[in-house]
């Protein structure tokens, strides 16, 4: 499985870096959220400061329905498709590649995004620990939560609707303790971060599991 | 190994509602050449497809290199190699990364990539390519090059000349020859003449109509007229690794 899993995961990183797609589609898609959100809210910084940490995982999480079509329509030819199937790559192993392709462009577009947050928003770091601890649950549950979707929307033709209306109710979880935990981590609130980062850790494996048992019924589906 | 390496009898297959092979008999053995003819949509790239464990065994039942098609499609599919209509290349990989990758997810050998890419005359700065850039032949030429360094037992080519110019094709139908004669099974579909099957069979509506095998009389071809016959009767139905390539 791990085999065909580097496999798959060096290939997708390989052609990441030279179609660039993260830099030049993504990281722009969740810096204009951030800025489109800076003007809806107002010149007042203390709404901005206290949205912060949802703004972020707002846009850590439509970034991931980039990144999971785009990691998606690599093997969308029929040729491909066929090829992949037909090598007798370990379904566990595919998934698990995905998952880590899709994980490294999403934490390279989250250092981007905290950045700008950063910089845009004036935010004041309390605690790295939780706020990375939060970033790398956070964003390996989205990761499998969004490869087993996007797998089983990628054969459909109205995937492109399709994925948002599935993964997004799905993602919500993350998306509540992904902010509850960045509240904390970020502002200094006295929310405490570690129920939400145990719930963080609970979604991750959930939908690891799920993926490496299904993902081989899911592809002869 | 089994002597007889395809074996399908009476095989239904459908996909979606419709029904691509209507009940489809073939024995195929051990190093036979087989040229698959027939009409547009007659069914020949489904029963490539049904070989290569893509397809479903709605009816009947089949077995590749031993395999029972319904419940061991897994096992089949390593013994398969499939040149489709589509190339299986990722345009932002250069035609070495593409064959290494390939090669390497199918658990190949390697050491026979430099060999394949010399033989399709993929030599010089064409290795270092991206595949998005190269044309339409070239990228055959390729997907034609996963193959022969995969070397699976079974090969299944659907179209295999098309994009090809006349010495690529003189060329693919020299490996065709000398894989069949490693002892490797081949099933080619194709609207060229038989230039190098030993046998030719012919698909209609989604059963076998013809076979050299078995019959001395070859049928004429049903015409896009009577498609509509071909459709009917499928609806009726419902109820080594020493592949040893020499470069010339």
């Given at each position: 499985m791990w085999r065909d899993a580097l496999l798959i995961a060096?290939?997708?990183?390989?052609?990441?870096?030279?179609?660039?797609?993260?830099?030049?589609?993504?990281?722009?898609?969740?810096l204009l959220v951030l800025i489109l959100f800076a003007f809806a809210l107002g010149p007042d910084r203390t709404p901005l400061i206290n949205a912060t940490p949802g703004l972020f995982w707002v846009a850590v999480l439509f970034s991931t329905m980039f990144a999971i079509q785009r990691s998606f329509s690599l093997e969308a030819s029929e040729g491909l498709h066929d090829s992949i199937i037909l090598a007798g790559i370990d379904p566990a192993g595919f998934f698990i590649g995905k998952l880590l392709a899709i994980a490294s462009e999403l934490g390279v577009l989250e250092i981007l995004t905290a950045v700008g947050i950063i910089i845009l928003y004036g935010a004041h770091i309390v605690s790295v620990l939780v706020l990375l601890s939060s970033c790398v649950l956070g964003t390996i549950g989205l990761a499998a939560a969004g490869t087993m979707y996007g797998a089983l929307v990628s054969g459909m033709r109205l995937r492109e609707t399709l994925l948002p209306l599935l993964f997004l109710p799905v993602a919500s979880p993350v998306l509540i303790?992904?902010?509850?935990?960045?509240?904390?981590?970020?502002?200094?609130?006295?929310?405490?971060?570690?129920?939400?980062?145990?719930?963080?850790?609970?979604?991750?494996?959930?939908?690891?599991?799920?993926?490496?048992?299904?993902?081989?019924?899911?592809?002869?589906m | 190994m089994p002597n007889s390496l395809?074996?399908?009898?009476?095989?239904?297959?459908?996909?979606?509602?419709?029904?691509?092979?209507?009940?489809?008999?073939l024995q195929v053995d051990a190093g036979e050449v087989v040229l698959i003819e027939g009409p547009?949509?007659?069914?020949?790239?489904?029963?490539?497809?049904?070989?290569?464990?893509?397809?479903?065994?709605?009816?009947?039942?089949?077995q590749i290199f031993g395999f029972d098609l319904q419940t061991e499609r897994a096992q089949v599919r390593r013994h398969v190699g499939l040149?489709?209509?589509?190339?299986?290349?990722?345009?932002?990989?250069?035609?070495?990364?593409?064959?290494?990758?390939?090669?390497?997810?199918?658990?190949?050998?390697?050491?026979?990539?430099?060999?394949?890419?010399?033989?399709?005359?993929?030599?010089?700065?064409?290795?270092?390519?991206?595949?998005g850039s190269l044309s339409a032949g070239q990228r055959r030429r390729a997907a034609i090059a996963i193959l022969v360094a995969r070397n699976p037992d079974i090969w299944l080519l659907d179209e295999p000349h098309a994009s090809l110019d006349a010495r690529a094709r003189n060329i693919l139908d020299d490996i065709i020859l000398q894989a069949a004669a490693s002892g490797n099974t081949i099933l080619v579909a194709s609207h060229e003449p038989d230039a190098?099957?030993?046998?030719?069979?012919?698909?209609?509506?989604?059963?076998?109509?013809?076979?050299?095998?078995?019959?001395?009389?070859?049928?004429?071809?049903?015409?896009?007229?009577?498609?509509?016959?071909?459709?009917?009767?499928?609806v009726r139905a419902l109820s080594a690794d020493g592949g040893g390539y020499h470069v010339a």
């Open positions: 060096g290939k997708d990183i390989r052609i990441e870096m030279r179609s660039k797609v993260v830099i030049n589609q993504m990281a722009p898609f969740a303790a992904g902010t509850r935990s960045w509240q904390s981590g970020l502002v200094g609130s006295h929310v405490s971060a570690a129920p939400w980062l145990w719930i963080l850790v609970a979604f991750a494996v959930l939908y690891i599991c799920v993926g490496i048992v299904l993902y081989g019924p899911m592809e002869d | 395809i074996l399908l009898n009476k095989v239904v297959s459908i996909v979606g509602q419709f029904p691509v092979l209507a009940g489809v008999s547009n949509g007659a069914g020949k790239s489904s029963l490539l497809r049904l070989c290569a464990g893509l397809l479903p065994v709605s009816r009947g039942d089949g040149l489709g209509h589509s190339v299986a290349l990722y345009d932002e990989l250069t035609v070495r990364e593409n064959l290494v990758f390939q090669i390497k997810a199918a658990r190949g050998d390697t050491t026979r990539i430099p060999l394949a890419l010399e033989l399709l005359g993929l030599t010089g700065r064409l290795i270092d390519t991206r595949a190098f099957a030993g046998r030719t069979i012919s698909v209609s509506g989604g059963v076998v109509v013809y076979d050299t095998a078995m019959d001395a009389t070859p049928r004429a071809f049903k015409g896009p007229d009577t498609a509509d016959s071909g459709e009917a009767s499928m």
